[in-house]
């Protein structure tokens, strides 16, 4: 019996983001992982890894990663956040836009200030591609490097490389 409790609340705790999936999480930054993953504690207590939808900011180890890690702290970190969520990711994180208090949209505000490309993988709205066109064009953040290398080739270079090792 209990075994059949522990896994139907497994489900139950898989399926939540999916079934709410128009609904939002309010809760406090207590990490920033990167410059697009932080980690919201809501009010239940509960710690939720979140990924800024729309954006990819540099990685780790990348030129302009802490740059991006830093941003995002200064916009967030210790504050209450709301995230509309539209998705959960491979790696089980809640994909979605951050607000602050103060009506800051983070995704936004780090592809304004040329720290995040535009993922438009995933992402085909007018203001996120508009936000990077004018950051390129006016050579802020990483757009100052002629040469940036996106996140998404960043990872699979670095892939490749631990491959041939």
Request: glycine share 4%; hydrophobic share 40%; net charge positive.
């Amino acid at each position: 019996m209990r075994f059949i409790m522990v896994r139907i609340i497994s489900i139950l705790w898989f399926l939540i983001p999916f079934i709410c999936i128009s609904q939002t999480i309010k809760g406090k930054v207590v990490r920033i992982s990167d410059g697009d993953t932080i980690t919201v504690l809501d009010s239940s207590k509960r710690q939720i890894r979140i990924r800024l939808y729309g954006i990819d900011c540099p990685e780790n180890g990348q030129d302009f990663g802490n740059v991006a890690k830093k941003y995002t702290a200064e916009l967030c970190f210790a504050k209450i956040v709301t995230v509309n969520f539209k998705d959960k990711d491979q790696y089980e994180r809640i994909v979605g836009v951050v607000w602050t208090e103060d009506s800051i949209n983070i995704n936004l505000a780090l592809l304004r200030e040329g720290l995040a490309w535009h993922y438009k993988h995933f992402d085909h709205s007018e203001e996120f591609a508009q936000a990077e066109y004018l950051a390129k064009i006016e050579k802020r953040g990483l757009w100052k490097q002629q040469n940036a290398i996106a996140p998404w080739e960043f990872r699979r270079e670095k892939k490749s490389w631990q491959q041939d090792l």
